[in-house]
């Protein structure tokens, strides 16, 4: 089975698996998600969405956000890990967006990877859910299980995109990375599967006949 054809199986079954799929991390605003997606390096979701109401219960714009200051804003994401440096990374940005960009979000990678604390996946996430422009962000999900479907030698996060983006359509980037992320989470986990015990499609498609595990690199 080539390439394109481990693209249609895994498409077909994600699919099916996930017609609807929803955004991961709850926000009501593009600016919401850009803290959202920030918070949630070394993170889980679910943790991140824990603790993002208390935050935009007291600040949920650019300005709200300054007012409430570092040490507030360390204080309150503290549970999401690396606080200190997330907080600083939140604050700055947030001065940068009322400065250069009149309190909002700009709308393209160049600029968003500008910002403190904003890297490729990151931007790729808000110009994605956010911007619905096409993107496919990297997680350690999407990384482990194009590695395990054979649809990229992984050798870098970025390599793993790249390799992505040439065998999927761009119509389905936006859809597919998150389907990925879900399946990865509830089926194919790092622990729970090597590639050899799925019992679910696409895995059981496409590793019906596999003896020895697989190893995957990580990000």
Not at 150 to 168: P, W, Y
Request: proline letters at 7%; charged letters at 25%; one cysteine or more.
């Amino acid at each position: 089975m080539n390439k394109s054809e481990r693209a249609l199986v895994i498409t077909k079954s994600l699919n099916e698996l996930y017609p609807n799929p929803p955004i991961p991390l709850n926000h009501d605003s593009i600016f919401t998600l850009l803290i959202a997606v920030i918070l949630s390096a070394q993170c889980t979701d679910k943790r991140v969405n824990q603790i993002t109401p208390l935050l935009f219960r007291k600040a949920d714009n650019p300005k709200s956000m300054i007012n409430l200051g570092v040490k507030e804003i360390r204080s309150i994401i503290r549970p999401c890990g690396l606080s200190p440096k997330k907080s600083e990374s939140i604050y700055n940005l947030s001065k940068i967006l009322i400065k250069k960009y009149d309190g909002n979000v700009p709308e393209s990678f160049e600029d968003l990877e500008s910002l403190p604390g904003v890297g490729h996946k990151t931007a790729s996430v808000v110009m994605s859910q956010g911007f619905e422009h096409p993107a496919f962000p990297v997680d350690t999900h999407v990384h482990r299980l194009a590695q395990r479907w054979k649809l990229t030698n992984g050798k870098s996060v970025l390599q793993t995109e790249k390799d992505l983006k040439r065998i999927f359509p761009k119509s389905d980037w936006n859809r597919l990375h998150i389907q990925i992320i879900l399946y990865g989470r509830e089926f194919c986990t790092a622990r729970g599967c090597n590639g050899t015990s799925c019992r679910e499609k696409p895995c059981l498609v496409l590793n019906a006949n596999r003896k020895r595990p697989i190893k995957t690199k990580k990000q």
